[in-house]
């Protein structure tokens, strides 16, 4: 790996830094992959025309992991030892940062996944970070909103696991509800590919609670919405951020109609820094951004005013100036990285209106 960057370096045009991505451009959750690059895309945009940083451009290598977790393991192989990348962005869904994320460590590449928060994901060492918040405290966001907002007592857990995050979620929530009082009536499990909930939401029925909470992905979430509804179970669905996707309501109509999950900003904000994002990312792509495009563009941000501060562009230059990061003003809010290299932040949450977020209410750490 050391002696790669000399020999590619020759062929490599000398005004341009090189950073690494790599997501799911394919495969059930691909929409996390496609925003999140989008929101880079438009920084390093933005930076490049503005002159780059260390008066060199930018150049961003893409990688499609099609939502697997070895292929991200080798997507980063690729872009070190290929590639020759100075840092990488990646990696949105929690398993396949964790499976990601040690080789950048062992490679000293710094890696900022813009959307992973499942808090085992920079436990990969000191060159790993994430600019968005983590799951024990997005799991009480949720716990809190349902026993403060719905007065709910009684709930019932639907994960899937053979997802890391969503296993995380689960187990969080559960213990922040059960805290003061509320109680998990079930708490069952699908799969990730699963395509039929009846017997879980059948179960679910039988036990009469007044919510339940999926912290899955989009695409299964929405068929659970639907089965839900036909099963006759009316009670609040409650979820994380991995619903954030335009694809949730294509797949669940009516039926996600109206139930909640935490995010990590509102399109109805009006802090200048959110407007004007929305603005140049609907000039570019004519869509509005989801969350992934913002986290995705902050992360491109934080790192290249990481690249711009350092001495030089040896990974462990990187690494110090982005442990350093501290009250930035990113999309999705003030971003300080703290001694877990991970961001301190609020959520919202968010009521499925069609592809309408609404703005329900923001919960601080
Ligand atoms: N937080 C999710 C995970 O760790 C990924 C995600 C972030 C999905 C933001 C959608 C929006 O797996």
Redesign the pocket.
Known sequence: ILVLPLISGCTKKENEIVIGEYDSLTGSDAT?GLSSNKGVRLALDEINAAGGVKGKKISLVTLDDQGKNEEAASAVTRLITQNNVVAIIGG????RSKAAAPIAQSNKVPFVSP????PDVTKAGDYVFRV?FIDPFQGMVMAKFAKENLKIKKAAILRDVKND?SVGLADVFAAEFKKGGGEIVADLSYQAGDIDFKAQLTQIRSKNPEAIYVPGYYTEVGLIAQQARQLGVKVPLMG???W?SDKLYEIGKEAINGNYYSN?YTTESTDPAVTEFIKKFKAKYNETPD??AA?GYDAAKILVAAIERAPDLSGKAIRDELSKTKDFPGVTGKISLNENRDAVKSAVVIQVDGNNRKFVTTINP
């Open positions: 996390f949105v869904a929690s398993g959307a992973s928060t499942n968005c995050y994380g951020d991995g954030d990590h969350a992934l986290l």
